[in-house]
């Protein structure tokens, strides 16, 4: 008789609030009772709010407990919950708890469910069928796959990824390289953490199709300095899978190569940009490189190179196992596939939620998060990270998608959503929009790195009440100077959240000028 299956997350979200406490006691407990339980260690589900979230397997399946604590451990024993009964921590079976019922998972089908180090558990549940298909293919026809499924990058930009990899497919050069951007530094971020950390076979796998499609042999994961759960599980699982022959010199028996490596990022927030990481990991400071030329064509030490995310390259692996068309039904418009958003701030639900475009802002916040933690109304909500535009109650009902974020002036960016409820000073928003700039500017153009100090400026003066009309005139001119000569995305997408405090919530500049506090 196989033993009773106990998981408990190994997530860092989890880890944070005691889960090795509470693994360990579900251990101490099971032998001190004489109970035979393999505790497996998995990845997040996502329901932040809950964690750490215990799940039992029975024979109606896994049954949810949470948040559970070492403490908690001994009563859920005495309640019975090995056999999914009743206890006022109980939640019922996880697959019936309405955040994660609602869900779309393809990106994360398998985070939560499996040791994410278990390549044999990631087989079984439909891992390395996409490299399996894409090894029986061209690398013309692995690129039209990914073409014809509408896969656009998930780091910001939503370039679409097929154009990438043909153009890089297209270049001549005997060394070609495909390269993971893990610098995840977006406020209200961490699908990119989530998934290394719960599911890292499918990026290798990714990534390894996209060498296959471009002709790359090498491949790096530049990675967040400050996800050293993330590194580990990386590490261990590239050894893993060169171990059983899917990296390595003959991939899969094929006479093919891909290697992988993980780099660690210095905590540059503007390394997150693609041409700033390049130089970072080539060894050098990490600032912005002029374009052209593409990446594409002349990226890591001068050779072809593909830059994806890491949910782009992620999402790669479902499209050459289902097909494009599979992944296409998805969505709406020119927004294909699922979208993994992450829900932050001042929400009751916050967590990751994967879901099809198409979804509302409204139904995201209310019926999937609950509201505001605060129970306060929500006021505005960032999205996009801290370039992102804040977006007022009249724009809540803008579908998830990127042509409709950008006619409102927005952008969806990696999906993190900041929540904020009716206490937020706006005026305090756009003012931190412009220091963040103004600290984690590379330096290399003017207006980022003078134009950003110089809005701090303009915005205090403008809160104090000095000359209200000629500051604010000021302040828009230098948005604007800022989005059409800046270099990169950094200094061309901060004046988003400005002029979008300006404009929808003008109140704030001069009630801060008045000196009347928020109720």
């Not at 997350?9 to 032998?31: F, K, M, Q, W, Y």
């Not at 593409?294 to 030490?301: C, R, V």
Request: aromatic share 8%; with cysteine.
């Amino acid at each position: 008789m196989s033993k009773l299956r106990v998981y408990v997350p190994t997530d860092a979200s989890a880890l944070a609030v005691g889960a090795d406490a509470t693994a360990a006691a579900i251990l101490a407990e099971a032998r001190r009772r004489g109970r035979e339980i393999e505790v497996v260690r998995n990845g997040s589900r996502g329901m932040l709010w809950l964690e750490p979230l215990v799940e039992v397997e029975t024979a109606r399946g896994r049954v949810a407990y949470g948040p559970v604590h070492a403490a908690d451990v001994a009563g859920l024993f005495d309640a019975g919950f090995t056999e999914g009964a009743a206890h006022r921590l109980g939640l019922g079976p996880t697959a019936e708890i309405p955040f994660f019922k609602a869900q779309q998972r393809l990106t994360f089908a398998r985070v939560g469910l499996i040791d994410p180090l278990d390549l044999d558990a990631y087989r079984s549940l439909g891992g390395y069928r996409g490299l399996a298909a894409a090894l029986a293919m061209s690398p013309g026809e692995i690129v039209e796959t990914v073409t014809a499924s509408g896969l656009r990058g998930r780091g910001g930009a939503a370039f679409p990824a097929g154009i990438k990899w043909k153009t890089a497919l297209g270049a001549p050069a005997g060394q070609k390289y495909v390269v993971c951007n893990a610098d995840e530094g977006d406020s209200g971020t961490f699908s990119d953490r989530m998934l290394m950390e719960g599911d890292p076979f499918t990026l290798i796998e990714g990534m390894t199709i996209a060498g296959l499609a471009v002709g790359a042999t090498q491949g790096y994961i530049y990675l967040r300095f400050e996800y050293p759960h993330a590194r580990r599980a990386l590490e261990r699982a590239i050894a893993t899978a060169r171990a059983r022959g899917f990296l390595g010199a003959d991939l899969c028996g094929s006479g093919r190569t891909f290697e992988l490596e993980v780099r660690m990022g210095a905590g540059a927030y503007i390394c997150g940009e693609e041409t700033s990481l390049l130089e970072s990991l080539e060894g050098k400071r990490g600032q912005v490189r002029f374009k052209p030329p593409l990446p594409a064509i002349s990226g890591l030490f001068g050779r072809p190179t593909v830059i994806n995310n890491v949910i782009t390259l992620a999402s790669v692996p479902v499209i050459l196992d289902r097909g494009a068309g599979y992944y296409r039904d998805f969505g709406m418009g020119r927004s294909r596939g699922t979208l993994p958003i992450q829900l932050t701030g001042n929400i009751r639900h916050g967590g990751l939620f994967e879901k099809a475009f198409g979804l509302s802002l409204r139904e995201l916040l209310y019926d999937i998060g609950g509201g505001s933690l605060s129970g306060r109304p929500i006021r505005a909500v960032q999205v996009g990270g801290p370039l992102g535009a804040y977006l007022p109650e009249s724009q809540f009902d803008t579908p998830i998608d990127y042509e409709a974020f950008a006619a409102i002036g927005g952008m969806l960016g990696h999906g993190g959503l900041v929540v904020f409820d009716d206490t937020v000073d706006m005026a305090a928003q756009a003012r931190y929009a412009m220091e963040f700039c103004a600290v984690e500017s590379c330096g290399k153009c003017t207006p980022c790195r003078i134009g950003s100090t110089r809005g701090v400026e303009v915005i205090d003066r403008l809160v104090a009440g000095e000359d209200r009309a000629r500051q604010e005139a000021l302040l828009r001119d230098l948005c604007e100077t800022m989005v059409h000569g800046s270099l990169c995305a950094l200094g061309g997408l901060t004046p988003y959240p400005v002029r979008s405090a300006l404009d929808h919530f003008p109140e704030d500049f001069r009630r801060a000028a008045a000196g009347s506090a928020r109720p």
